[in-house]
């Protein structure tokens, strides 16, 4: 098993930053992947962005250029920086954590961009 803690969401203006963290703990295999994911109200949970145990990163278009998913592998524990921040951006972060056995998720943090 895998237990997984999101932090660092919140309400912040249009154009601000952000930093969510993930905490993993449990079962932590060397070869992996996390991610973060998310969902708006109303739509499909989406991908955000994806790393690998080796540190392999792959982004969706719409933040590109904007979010920087990182680990620190001997804490057990992802990022996500998240810059120029857009209205559209609102939604509930989900981190994601699969050991090409199963997918664990955690229980979301909420992000709100509104002026």
């Known amino acids: 098993q895998v237990q997984l803690v999101e932090s660092g969401g919140g309400l912040v203006q249009p154009g601000g930053s952000l930093r969510l963290s993930c905490a993993a703990s449990?079962?932590?295999?060397?070869?992996?992947?996390m991610g973060w994911y998310r969902q708006a109200p109303g739509k499909q949970r989406e991908l955000v962005a994806t790393?690998?145990?080796?540190?392999?990163?792959e982004y969706a278009d719409s933040v590109k250029g904007r979010f920087a998913i990182s680990r620190d592998n001997a804490k057990n524990t992802m990022f996500l920086q998240m810059n120029s921040l857009k209205p559209e951006d609102t939604a509930v972060y989900y981190c994601?954590?699969?050991?090409?056995?199963?997918?664990?998720w955690g229980q979301g943090t909420q992000v709100t961009v509104s002026s």
């Open positions: 790393i690998t145990s080796g540190d392999s990163t």
């Open positions: 449990g079962s932590i295999f060397s070869h992996d992947v």
């Open positions: 994601s954590y699969n050991n090409y056995v199963r997918a664990y």
